[in-house]
């Protein structure tokens, strides 16, 4: 917040000296419902994205039994990470719906760090709201606040090769090069990346989860995601020099 004016804060620009990012969440579209323009931008300059996911979203589906929805979810998330230029999509298969902090958690996110060695992990909201800096909005789930708290704490587990000292013995040595967090949908934003040029295929990768969408809402699907998606990044622009944006909380380390 502003003190002076009593407005938010300007958001200030995503840093961009860095190569290669890993995004973690819980679910096949938690990055389609907003990060994936920033993302789309990321690898069209030539950084590598890869994505970690600790469910395959087998519960998101009323009319689908689990053992139908996983496969199909799976699916729809490796066509929807390929229209922004991800290939690496990853799942470590925790049950979606009831996933918990815990040791287990951040022993296997602390693995994929290492594995993919980025200056850069993403994840979702892992606060307890959607809101504004005010408070309200809607509750969050407890997986994403799961996965993100687990992020987070997976940046550090991931260098400390007294922690998790098996992952040493399967070959995957400490990685401490994570320079940044970054929080997708964060209420307490505090930075932003140019949405303008990865929009359009930021709505082609939400609408591959045709199945979620068609189970979630009766409105026109394209019109839905456009709808969304470019609300949110022009609600961000106020904050962001009149550009469209997504927004992160972002973390040093």
């Known amino acids: 917040m502003d003190t002076q004016t009593g407005q938010p804060a300007p958001l200030e620009p995503m840093p961009t000296d860095w190569t290669r990012a890993l995004a973690v969440v819980a679910h096949p579209d938690d990055l389609e419902y907003g990060g994936a323009a920033a993302v789309a931008d990321w690898t069209d300059g030539g950084r590598e994205v890869a994505y970690l996911l600790a469910s395959r979203g087998e519960a998101g589906i009323d009319t689908l039994a689990p053992e139908e929805c996983a496969p199909l979810r799976e699916a729809e998330q490796r066509a929807s990470a390929a229209v922004v230029g991800v290939s690496t999509v990853e799942f470590l298969d925790y049950?979606?719906?009831?996933?918990?902090?815990?040791?287990?958690?951040?022993?296997?996110?602390?693995?994929?760090?290492?594995?993919?060695?980025?200056?850069?992990?993403?994840?979702?909201?892992?606060?307890?709201?959607?809101?504004?800096?005010?408070?309200?909005?809607?509750?969050?789930?407890?997986?994403?606040?799961?996965?993100?708290?687990?992020?987070?704490?997976?940046?550090?587990?991931?260098?400390?090769?007294?922690?998790?000292?098996?992952?040493?013995?399967?070959?995957?040595?400490?990685?401490?090069?994570?320079?940044?967090?970054?929080?997708?949908?964060?209420?307490?934003?505090?930075?932003?990346?140019?949405?303008t040029?990865?929009?359009?295929?930021?709505?082609?990768?939400?609408?591959?989860?045709?199945?979620?969408?068609?189970?979630?809402?009766?409105?026109?699907?394209?019109?839905?995601?456009?709808?969304?998606?470019?609300?949110?990044?022009?609600?961000?622009?106020?904050?962001?020099?009149?550009?469209p944006a997504v927004t992160f909380e972002l973390f040093s380390r």
Not at 138 to 146: G, R
């Open 95 to 195: 049950r979606d719906g009831v996933i918990e902090y815990g040791l287990d958690l951040r022993r296997d996110i602390a693995a994929a760090i290492r594995r993919h060695r980025p200056e850069l992990l993403i994840t979702l909201n892992h606060r307890d709201t959607w809101g504004g800096q005010g408070g309200g909005g809607f509750w969050n789930t407890p997986d994403h606040k799961a996965v993100g708290r687990a992020t987070l704490d997976a940046a550090a587990d991931a260098g400390n090769r007294w922690i998790f000292p098996e992952l040493i013995e399967q070959g995957l040595e400490p990685w401490n090069g994570v320079r940044w967090i970054a929080v997708a949908g964060s209420p307490l934003a505090t930075h932003a990346a140019d949405a």
């Open 197 to 243: 040029a990865g929009m359009e295929r930021s709505i082609a990768s939400l609408m591959e989860h045709k199945a979620y969408i068609e189970a979630l809402t009766d409105q026109d699907p394209e019109e839905y995601c456009r709808g969304f998606l470019t609300g949110f990044a022009e609600q961000a622009a106020a904050r962001f020099g009149g550009r």
